[in-house]
């Protein structure tokens, strides 16, 4: 079973010491993933649905520290 820290999510001291280049990176591939994620829902193939409201989470702190550099 994955676990939270399974998705590999970054905490925001970590976020903040990227580089734009990095945060835009790490924006796209935690993109693609909610992307999976959600398909894997509606697929019925996804049990910790909980995964994809943290991720929607994570991808608003990346945009938001993203737009403050």
Request: glycine share 2%; proline share 0%; net charge positive.
């Amino acid at each position: 079973m994955k676990k939270e820290k399974d998705l590999k999510l970054k905490n925001l001291e970590q976020l903040k010491g990227l580089s734009k280049a990095d945060l835009k990176k790490e924006l796209d591939a935690s993109s693609k993933n909610l992307y999976v994620l959600k398909m894997k829902k509606t697929l019925g193939e996804l049990k910790q649905t909980h995964y994809i409201t943290a991720l929607r989470r994570y991808v608003a702190r990346v945009k938001t520290i993203a737009n403050s550099k």
